[in-house]
């Protein structure tokens, strides 16, 4: 609380201290996660150990494995020696399942803490290469990922949708494909859309997403600049699965008691920081990003994005989850689950919160599925016709 954040100021970052510090935010502290297996999905963490030290960077900066076939599944770089490589972990595979589905229940509450949005929505994740079952889908090796978002609430954005098709080759920019119910067709946006909030209210931008949401070679100057403990919401009790029937969690703090949600952090002992510069967009808004990655399992535990000027503009918080606890379990094949539980994304200049998490299903009965075997995702959600189809 703000009466003892003092004490672990060094452990945040700078935004997750003014939460507590000034804003009403409680994190409640727990013991740590020691099985580092509960820090993976089960799958990954086999590809992560099965292809250790077989990750090579060419003259371009694009992963191969040594035999120059796409990546293969898990952390290509488990040890990283360099930014470069600390990013790939990242952004390779963001969810770090083949696919998967989140729902997900977004609310935005505004400077004066009262809700201006709500937001129901599904994300969608289809890695081509790179995928922990070690196969390319669909022969699709000059792809990294089909990744699609589409509102299903409220009903003046519903049907708002929008498709990112990722080239293998880091170098080159997304397809990004919008449609706009109001219009009643899919157009292609420009790259620097990136940087734009999702619609009216939202804090979320697409390249936010895991902190990874633009090619890695798209971004430069790719430097580490310490190393140290940081604590960090990555243990079970972040998954709020059985507490209540859709997964939903109780807030708290800002001025209306509804800024944050209910959060449990622990000690994570040793955090790469790392820092980069979008060096591919010429009018991109933002200046630099900061990200701290656990070294455990290299995903990334905070991100805070500064202006041009160097002030802080944004912080983009994950809270993770084996999706596990004493009343249920998501499952993930034969395995719980493990993924992102929750977000706090703060427009800091605007103080402006967009809190958004899994929840077990939306509105249009859209649920959150990992790797669902024979359903066909692609043609279902992943496509320019499923676009026009979702929103129609």
């Known amino acids: 609380t703000a009466d003892n954040v003092e004490h672990v100021k060094d452990l945040l970052d700078p935004v997750a201290y003014m939460h507590v510090k000034t804003m009403g935010r409680r994190i409640h502290i727990v013991e740590p996660v020691k099985d580092a297996s509960q820090l993976f999905p089960a799958k990954y963490l086999e590809a992560t150990l099965r292809n250790k030290g077989q990750a090579v960077l060419d003259k371009d900066g694009n992963v191969w494995t040594k035999d120059g076939k796409p990546w293969n599944g898990g952390n290509p770089f488990p040890e990283p020696k360099n930014g470069v490589e600390a990013q790939y972990n990242l952004t390779l595979s963001w969810g770090r399942h083949d696919w998967s589905q989140y729902a997900v229940r977004d609310w935005d509450i505004d400077k004066d803490g009262d809700l201006s949005y709500q937001y129901d929505f599904v994300w969608s994740e289809l890695n081509t290469t790179a995928r922990a079952d070690g196969q390319v889908w669909k022969d699709k090796k000059d792809l990294l990922r089909y990744q699609s978002v589409f509102f299903t609430a409220p009903n003046d954005s519903a049907g708002t949708s929008f498709l990112n098709i990722w080239d293998y080759d880091q170098r080159k920019f997304p397809e990004l494909h919008g449609y706009i119910p109001a219009f009643r067709r899919v157009r292609q946006f420009p790259t620097n859309q990136r940087f734009e909030p999702l619609v009216p209210g939202i804090t979320l931008f697409l390249s936010d997403a895991w ?182």
């Open 211 to 392: 902190a990874a949401g633009d090619p890695l070679l798209t971004w430069g100057n790719y430097k580490i600049v310490g190393r140290k403990p940081m604590l960090g919401c990555i243990g079970p009790r972040n998954f709020h699965g059985g507490y209540d029937d859709n997964w939903e969690k109780p807030t708290h703090g800002g001025p209306k008691d509804q800024t944050f949600f209910d959060t449990y952090m622990e000690l994570v002992p040793e955090c790469i920081v790392l820092e980069s510069e979008p060096t591919g967009y010429a009018r991109a808004p933002v200046g630099k990003r900061r990200v701290w990655i656990d070294v455990r399992n290299q995903m990334y535990v905070a991100y805070v994005t500064y202006d041009r000027r160097g002030e802080i503009w944004k912080s983009f918080e994950p809270h993770y989850a084996l999706q596990t606890n004493d009343k249920l379990t998501n499952m993930d094949g034969a395995h719980p689950a493990w993924s992102w539980s929750s977000v706090h994304s703060h427009d800091v200049q605007s103080n402006r919160m967009s809190r958004f998490q899994q929840v077990k299903t939306v509105t249009g009965g859209y649920k959150t599925n990992y790797n669902p075997g024979d359903v066909d995702v692609y043609n279902k959600f992943l496509t320019v016709q499923a676009m026009q189809r979702l929103g129609g």
